[in-house]
């Protein structure tokens, strides 16, 4: 009986630890990019809120048969295809969505993350819209470039940035190093980006140059990436107050 007794609760413990990753994220981001991958998987590391969120560049994708994250090319989910445009990045994510169903919890967010290298395409997801069970579709869209976004975290620039090139040129001058060709991001540039408030800064930068930009009407530069950070420090407040009562309860155990 005893033998019998301990598989059983072995198997209530297993079943309990899968049900419980299966409602565990609540976040799918999926990226135009592998530098804006980086940028949310070193951002989730930071918080310890790496349980929350699902991301998918061109280099990983989340298995829709048990929700997990695959370190490899994103394939294809019936006709949907992972591409760089901007649709390509929205209609992906639906399809990813969609497939998320019981006994998994549905996706509280869906982000998609694009900029604007072909206006049209740009335009096109800008406005794209179609139902998702338990989620919303926000499209966070940079402009002209994800590095404009990297760029706020060290100055102000509300200067219009035309191109690509012109963001990564500002840029370099806080990451000597970074270039067209070595855009990834690791630990250390990760790092660069926290210094001296970084995060904070380019969050209410965006913000504020977003309210100008629309004052102006024009969206160069503008970046919609302090929507998504929002969600992500609501996340890491409720994760810091469970922690807390989990600390508190065990020392009263103790």
């Known amino acids: ?56 560049d061109a280099s990983q994708y989340v298995c829709i048969d048990k929700f997990e994250e695959i370190k490899k090319k994103p394939p294809k989910i019936g006709n949907i295809k992972y591409g760089s445009s901007p649709n390509n990045i929205v209609n992906y994510a639906i399809a990813v969505a969609q497939k998320r169903k019981t006994p998994f919890k549905p996706y509280a967010y869906i982000f998609c993350l694009f900029d604007n290298d072909d206006p049209i395409k740009f335009a096109e997801a800008s406005q794209k819209s179609k139902p998702v069970r338990g989620g919303k579709v926000i499209k966070i869209t940079s402009i002209p470039c994800f590095e404009y976004w990297l760029l706020l975290h060290f100055e102000k620039s509300d200067a219009p940035q035309g191109t690509v090139k012109n963001s990564i040129i500002k840029l370099k001058k806080y990451i000597t190093d970074y270039s067209e060709d070595n855009k990834r991001l690791d630990d250390a540039r990760f790092q660069q980006l926290c210094a001296n408030d970084g995060l904070l800064k380019a969050e209410k930068w965006a ?16 970046t919609l990436m302090f929507e998504l950070m929002n969600i992500f420090r609501a996340l890491k407040k409720v994760q810091n107050k469970k922690n807390k009562m989990s600390n508190a309860s065990a020392s009263n155990t103790l």
């Open 1 to 56: 009986m005893s033998d019998k007794l301990f598989h059983k609760n072995k198997k209530d413990s297993a079943d309990l630890q899968r049900q419980q990753a299966k409602q565990a994220v609540e976040i799918l981001v999926v990226c135009e990019g592998q530098t804006e991958g980086d940028y949310i998987r070193l951002l989730r590391k930071h918080w310890a809120i790496e349980d929350k969120i699902h991301i998918i």
């Open 207 to 222: 913000y504020d140059l977003l309210t100008k930009s629309k004052q102006l009407n024009t969206n160069d530069p503008s």
